[in-house]
Nanobody, 119 residues
Framework: QVQLVESGGGLVQPGGSLRLSCAAS????????MGWYRQAPGKQRELVAH???????GYADSVMGRFTISRDIAKNTMYLQMNSLKPEDTAVYYC?????????????WGQGTQVTVSS
């Protein structure tokens, strides 16, 4: 079991920046993959960025070059630095942790945090 708590969302103008944080209730060393998802009204939930236990990162085409995912093992925290924000980035952002074993897999989700990009 792992609890995930997001922070850092809010209202920002186009071109501005925000940093989202996801604090885990236990160490994240053994979590296979962590990521950020987002869901805008009327749209499907999409994977924005992910990071593996080995530090490998990946990004959706829509955010590549603008967003950066990272994690601090000592603080049990994952971050999403969002720069050059656009109105189409407006969505509820969710922190996710995914782990697998030989016989099963687990997905843990944060409660979601609203990001609104508007002038």
């Amino acid at each position: 079991q792992v609890q995930l708590v997001e922070s850092g969302g809010g209202l920002v103008q186009p071109g501005g920046s925000l940093r989202l944080s996801c604090a885990a209730s236990r160490n994240i060393f053994s979590i296979n993959i962590m990521g950020w998802y987002r869901q805008a009204p009327g749209k499907q939930r999409e994977l924005v960025a992910h990071i593996t236990s080995g530090g490998t990162t990946g990004y959706a085409d829509s955010v590549m070059g603008r967003f950066t995912i990272s994690r601090d093992i000592a603080k049990n925290t994952m971050y999403l630095q969002m720069n050059s924000l656009k109105p189409e980035d407006t969505a509820v952002y969710y922190c996710n942790a995914h782990t697998t074993t030989v016989v099963t897999s687990y997905d843990y989700w944060g409660q979601g945090t609203q990001v609104t990009v508007s002038s």
